[in-house]
């Protein structure tokens, strides 16, 4: 597949599962940390056993030197896959041999204005969490968003509303949100992370079109699908590639992009993505370039 003239835009990278494996390897020598043979996620895995895996990629970017090193690595590793605009996201409450403050810096410091940043917290966390990143984030320009990320379980003490008041100090501070939202899960799931926590774009939201109200919602406010197509098949939020319902988004009006999610974690690339993107019954070498291009326009901004 050509790719876009303008350059491929990846909104949805996460740093802690996008490590080079050489890098993995070699970082997880110095740590003690045994990297499993089956480290990449496998398809209908499930969401709850994918996020187990990066407890072995956190494990070995706990100091501020692993993160730099990574957050550089991603953004040479997306340049030379044609991405021009990226953004990385990752959890600093997660690194633990620093101060979420100089976890942040050391990203920043990484990825040297080729990217954006965005702060993530988990469901689940307390809201003094997100509250402290965006806190964070208003002191840093690098820092582009937040994100609610991972997902909703029954045990969890706090629900997405919880996290309302924090997403809306975010927006009057010009910081960008976006919410990891129907991944799998109820439609729902998306119209409250747009109408209770003011999510300018939706990490997954496979289930969109499920919903009527969710749909016209997310049509209406412009708001922006981040589309990751292999991480969808390895979570089981889709069956096959071939179901991913991106062309049906693109025909309603839907804003949407393309994204790796987690290059190393499900062995794919920037170009990779587009490719299979590209081959969705319905899609045109049109439709592709467009969501390349909607990915250059709603890349978040700082003002």
């Given at each position: 597949?050509?790719?876009?003239?303008?350059?491929?835009?990846?909104?949805?990278?996460?740093?802690?599962?996008?490590?080079?494996?050489?890098?993995?390897?070699?970082?997880?020598?110095?740590?003690?940390?045994?990297?499993?043979?089956?480290?990449?996620?496998?398809?209908?895995?499930?969401?709850?056993?994918?996020?187990?895996?990066?407890?072995?990629?956190?494990?070995?970017?706990?100091?501020?030197?692993?993160?730099?090193?990574?957050?550089?690595?991603?953004?040479?590793?997306?340049?030379?896959?044609?991405?021009?605009?990226?953004?990385?996201?990752?959890?600093?409450?997660?690194h633990l041999q620093a101060s979420m403050e100089r976890i942040v810096d050391a990203a920043l410091d990484g990825l040297g204005g080729r990217a954006g940043l965005i702060l993530c917290t988990l469901f689940g966390e307390p809201p003094a969490v997100i509250e402290k990143l965006v806190a964070i984030a208003a002191e840093r320009p690098g820092v582009v968003g937040i994100d609610l990320a991972g997902a909703p379980r029954p045990q969890h003490s706090w629900g997405m509303a919880a996290y309302a008041s924090a997403f809306a100090e975010a927006?009057?501070?010009?910081?960008?949100?976006?919410?990891?939202?129907?991944?799998?899960?109820?439609?729902?799931?998306?119209?409250?992370?747009?109408?209770?926590?003011?999510?300018?774009?939706?990490?997954?939201?496979?289930?969109?079109?499920?919903?009527?109200?969710?749909?016209?919602?997310?049509?209406?406010?412009?708001?922006?699908?981040?589309?990751?197509?292999?991480?969808?098949?390895?979570?089981?939020?889709?069956?096959?590639?071939?179901?991913?319902?991106?062309?049906?988004?693109?025909?309603?009006?839907?804003?949407?992009?393309?994204?790796?999610?987690?290059?190393?974690?499900?062995?794919?690339?920037?170009?990779?993505?587009?490719?299979?993107?590209?081959?969705?019954?319905?899609?045109?070498?049109?439709?592709?370039?467009?969501?390349?291009?909607?990915?250059?326009?709603?890349?978040?901004?700082?003002?």
């Open positions: 597949m050509d790719l876009p003239q303008s350059g491929l835009s990846d909104l949805h990278r996460h740093l802690d599962g996008s490590l080079r494996l050489e890098t993995l390897r070699e970082l997880a020598r110095v740590a003690g940390v045994e990297v499993p043979e089956d480290i990449a996620f496998q398809p209908g895995m499930g969401l709850a056993a994918a996020l187990e895996r990066f407890r072995v990629t956190l494990a070995v970017l706990q100091d501020e030197a692993s993160v730099r090193r990574v957050a550089a690595e991603i953004c040479e590793d997306a340049a030379r896959e044609g991405v021009r605009t990226l953004e990385v996201r990752f959890a600093p409450q997660l927006r009057r501070r010009g910081i960008g949100r976006t919410v990891h939202a129907g991944e799998g899960r109820p439609a729902r799931e998306i119209l409250e992370a747009v109408t209770v926590l003011g999510a300018q774009r939706i990490g997954h939201g496979t289930t969109l079109a499920e919903d009527p109200e969710a749909l016209e919602v997310v049509i209406e406010r412009r708001v922006v699908i981040e589309a990751c197509l292999t991480s969808n098949v390895h979570t089981g939020a889709i069956a096959t590639i071939g179901e991913h319902p991106l062309p049906r988004w693109l025909e309603s009006g839907v804003r949407a992009t393309i994204n790796t999610d987690n290059t190393l974690l499900s062995a794919v690339d920037a170009p990779g993505e587009y490719a299979r993107a590209a081959r969705l019954p319905g899609m045109t070498a049109e439709t592709v370039t467009a969501c390349a291009a909607v990915g250059h326009v709603a890349a978040f901004q700082r003002r």
